[in-house]
């Protein structure tokens, strides 16, 4: 028997990957597919809501799909009543002599071209990168586009869903909910959890009133972030004294300073470094959400600010360093737009029905160069020229969900190398 699991059965079924020409059951009968019905994910037969014509009489109802015909017993079906609705019992071999049942079976075994049984085995038995390596180049440019603008789609989806849930938790209020998004894009990995809790502990509209005051704004920052306690230099004990003042007018709550990590991150990823960076992105952009929701194109360069001269030659408080500057990276730049603007307008979008706002994100990301990692680069050394970030996220999606897990089956590409000749 060739290389066969039943999931490939149920694309064979599904995509009509067999010959239709004077079908007949196992007993002789004459029978045509009108509708190969709806794939069935849960319990129960294998696809419901089929259509066929045995004879001269036709037939609605469940379709049940095995490698043999005796899997049937072995999965002890003809004890369980939801099989009881079964029109049409779909196997690669028929290996019993006697009937099942009532209902007819119909054989694959002549019916499929053994290019599909290869093509598959192939796919699934790989163990490049990419399972159909340099063949993802031979479909067709239509089909390969459609699949990777409907993989970034589901992308920005499923990492805008936690965004969506803020927003309710923020009441609605999108510059605060937005305020977090930004400020966990800034923590990175590390970092994400106490730069979320720092934005949720002050504001947005708190920075606002500061935002044509650097000095202010790196008071509120570092203060609510916990880092101004026993100042060790000047600048530290005047941010102390300037936050003084705010934490009793805005009546804020300082966050524990053991909650930031410092342990093996470059100097240049330091929390405190973040911490003023953003300071000065702020002062630059005000209320987040209003001018990235605003900007028709957004460069990197744009927001690859340079903060106060403090942090020239300072990684952290108190300690002086070599002469370096601290300006935001593109990496983090470019971090912000993918991770943080593009999936926060595009839940917005739907939350408040403006659809310009979803095209406002897929613009962004197909402006912003490339991302150039492992993931993305499987596909660029088979040969594809990856032209932007839309087009980058969504080969991520791509490879992290299909191609490691080998579902060829469930992916476009995979679908269409199966059917296509050789």
Not at 96 to 113: M, R, W
Not at 376 to 400: H, P, Y
Request: aromatic fraction near 10%.
């Amino acid at each position: 028997m060739p290389y066969l699991k039943e999931e490939l059965l149920h694309h064979i079924w599904q995509h009509r990957l067999f010959d239709h020409n004077g079908l007949k059951t196992v007993g002789g009968q004459p029978i045509e597919v009108l509708k190969v019905g709806t794939l069935n994910s849960n319990a129960g037969p294998d696809f419901q809501n089929a259509r066929i014509k045995v004879d001269a009489t036709e037939w609605v109802g469940n379709v049940e799909i095995h490698i043999k015909s005796s899997d049937w017993l072995r999965h002890g079906h003809q004890d369980d009543a939801a099989y009881s609705n079964i029109i049409l019992h779909v196997v690669f071999e028929d290996d019993l002599k006697e009937p099942l049942g009532q209902f007819p079976t119909l054989e694959l075994k002549h019916l499929v071209s053994d290019q599909v049984l290869r093509r598959y085995e192939n796919l699934d038995t790989s163990s490049d990168e990419l399972p159909c390596g340099k063949r993802f180049l031979e479909v067709p440019d239509l089909v390969r586009s459609a699949w990777l603008d409907s993989l970034l789609i589901g992308r920005l989806q499923r990492k805008s869903e936690w965004m969506s849930h803020l927003v309710e938790a923020c009441e609605g209020d999108l510059e605060q909910a937005f305020t977090v998004v930004v400020f966990q894009a800034f923590g990175m990995k590390v970092n994400a959890e106490p730069f979320e809790q720092l934005a949720k502990h002050i504001p947005w509209k708190v920075f606002s009133k500061h935002q044509d005051n650097l000095f202010q704004l790196e008071a509120l920052l570092f203060g609510t972030a916990g880092f101004l306690s026993n100042p060790k230099d000047d600048y530290q004990k005047a941010l102390n004294k300037e936050f003084d003042f705010l934490l009793h007018k805005y009546q804020l709550k300082p966050l524990d300073v053991t909650l930031w990590k410092f342990l093996r991150l470059r100097p240049a990823n330091f929390p405190t470094v973040r911490l003023a960076q953003l300071a000065a992105l702020f002062q630059s952009t005000g209320a987040f959400f209003n001018w990235f929701s605003n900007q028709k194109e957004i460069d990197p360069k744009q927001l690859m600010l340079e903060p106060s001269s403090y942090w020239k030659n300072h990684y952290n408080f108190g300690t002086e360093s070599k002469p370096k500057s601290k300006r935001i990276g593109k990496t983090v730049a470019r971090n912000i737009i993918i991770n943080a603007v593009a999936p926060f307008l595009f839940v917005t979008a739907h939350r408040q029905a403006k659809p310009e706002l979803q095209d406002h994100a897929l613009n962004l990301l197909q402006q912003l160069e490339s991302e150039s990692n492992v993931k993305v680069n499987a596909f660029v050394n088979e040969g594809l020229k990856v032209r932007n970030a839309a087009e980058s996220q969504a080969l991520i999606e791509l490879k992290t969900h299909f191609c490691d897990h080998k579902k060829c089956l469930t992916c476009s590409i995979g679908a269409n190398i199966l059917k296509r000749g050789s």
